[in-house]
Antibody
Framework: QVTLKESGPALVKPTQTLTLTCTFS??????????VSWIRQPPGKALEWLAR???????FYSTSLKTRLTISKDTSKNQVVLTMTNIAPMDTAMYYC????????????WGQGTLVTVSS | DIQMTQSPSSLSASVGDRVAITCRAS??????LNWYQQKPGKAPKVLIS???SLQSGVPSRFSASGSGTDFTLTISSLQPEDFATYYC?????????FGQGTKVEVK
């Protein structure tokens, strides 16, 4: 059974750096074709794809956020970490991590999400 | 980046109605188009991948078609559990993008 769970601070102050962790089970990010993405959703708004890390350590970032994002993986802990610098109130959102299986180019398993509020 | 535009942004429908949602890409994405359903307070769930491939467990009243830049998700007979927001998402290039969503509401 594939599971993913996001964790991180619920409240962050503006200008700080946000660090989110996705802890997963039921698959290995060392297996060819496996990928993990981060997606966010501001309250009442649409989904926004943020970043992806692949089994071979290739990394991809949303063009609009790439200067602020870093994605990394720790395969020994089955974790993917996303950091976002210079946080602002508009970054308030539910943050999800999701898996892409080697058999397809879609997000087949999602975490429950973690809500991050940016406020002073 | 490839922009994905859905229409309509919202629609009102009744149980039993046939509903169609369209998604247009800003450039050709072949068939690298996926559809997700999201209910309030829940994570999205993939319904359809590669433009028209129904995921396991998804009711057959859901179907989709399209290629290139124009895609359609159809619900043949809307059921109470189908009231939700639907998103398209392209995976044609390395940077993925979602549409802005279509909310299907009770009429």
């Amino acid at each position: 059974q594939v599971t993913l769970k996001e964790s991180g601070p619920a409240l962050v102050k503006p200008t700080q750096t946000l660090t989110l962790t996705c802890t997963f089970s039921g698959f290995s990010l060392t297996s060819s074709g496996m990928r993990v993405s981060w997606i966010r959703q501001p309250p009442g708004k649409a989904l926004e794809w943020l970043a992806r890390i692949d089994w071979d350590d290739d990394k991809f970032y949303s063009t609009s956020l790439k200067t602020r994002l870093t994605i990394s993986k720790d395969t020994s802990k089955n974790q993917v970490v996303l950091t976002m610098t210079n946080i602002a109130p508009m970054d308030t959102a539910m943050y999800y991590c999701a898996r892409t299986h080697s058999s397809g180019w879609y997000l087949d398993s999602w975490g429950q999400g973690t809500l991050v509020t940016v406020s002073s | 980046d490839i922009q994905m535009t859905q229409s309509p942004s919202s629609l009102s429908a009744s149980v039993g109605d046939r509903v169609a949602i369209t998604c247009r890409a800003s450039q050709s994405i072949s068939r690298y188009l996926n559809w997700y359903q999201q209910k309030p307070g829940k994570a999205p769930k993939v319904l359809i991948s590669v433009a028209s491939s129904l995921q396991s467990g998804v009711p057959s009243r859901f179907s989709a078609s399209g290629s290139g830049t124009d895609f359609t998700l159809t619900i043949s007979s809307l059921q109470p559990e189908d009231f939700a927001t639907y998103y398209c998402q392209q995976s044609y290039n390395t940077l993925w993008t979602f549409g802005q969503g279509t909310k299907v509401e009770v009429k």
